[in-house]
């Protein structure tokens, strides 16, 4: 799920590191097509972040790192000295269709939604503007989640639609500074989106 503080992993990888590794190959021809779309005054060329889920083309924040941690793929400031750090960003995905829960993202979402204000009575979620993906050519839904408690009180959660999947990026944090200051750095991951290609669900 996306807002949902300390995600839990999904153990059950086997059957999905072998696909995983089938679409290893498939790599290179991602990063050669994506490189072919950019535009002649960039020169970097897209990263290629590898989960159990999939292969994104996204860039990593200036100022942060991959790092250890929770949900498909998980990032930190690179000065961070607090453990936990104070605010981390992170990848999750979950299955949508037919056959799911949630047939669809707008569904997803909703679920998101319900299943946070459930859980924290004090809870405020603020839908935001939609957010353009320029790489993608399409709009992002965007949603702020507060709890109203002491830790991890602050989350944005942007939802990118794949093919019977939805990816989650989430930007937590403990408190609002932590939370505010990393936003455009956070927007910028987002924005740096140029597609995926993932495992398909167990």
């Known amino acids: 799920m996306g807002p949902v503080f300390f995600p839990k992993c999904d153990l059950r990888l086997s059957a999905r590191r072998f696909a995983f590794l089938v679409l290893l190959p498939f790599a290179l021809s991602l990063a050669t097509a994506m490189r072919a779309q950019q535009k002649p005054d960039s020169s970097a060329p897209p990263e290629i972040i590898a989960t159990d889920d999939g292969l994104l083309a996204l860039t990593t924040p200036k100022g942060w790192v991959r ?3 929770p949900g ?10 607090q453990n936990p750090p104070p605010v981390c960003i992170y990848i999750s995905s979950a299955s949508i269709g037919p056959k799911e829960q949630a047939k669809d993202i707008d569904a997803y979402i909703e679920s998101d939604i319900s299943n946070f204000k459930r859980q924290y009575k004090n809870a405020v979620v603020r839908r935001e503007q939609p957010m353009p993906l320029p790489q993608m050519k399409l709009q992002a839904s965007v949603v702020t989640f507060r ?25 937590s944090a403990k408190e609002e500074p932590a939370f505010t200051n990393s936003l455009d750095a956070f927007r910028g991951f987002a924005q740096s989106y140029r597609g995926t290609i993932s495992v398909p669900p167990n």
Do not use: H
């Not at 498909?72 to 000295?81: E, L, M, N």
């Open 147 to 171: 709890s109203g408690e002491k830790s991890n009180s602050f989350e944005q959660v942007i939802y990118l639609p794949d093919m019977g999947r939805v990816w989650t990026l989430v930007l």
């Open 72 to 81: 498909a793929a998980y990032f930190v400031p690179t000065d961070s000295t």
């Open 67 to 69: 790092a250890d941690g």
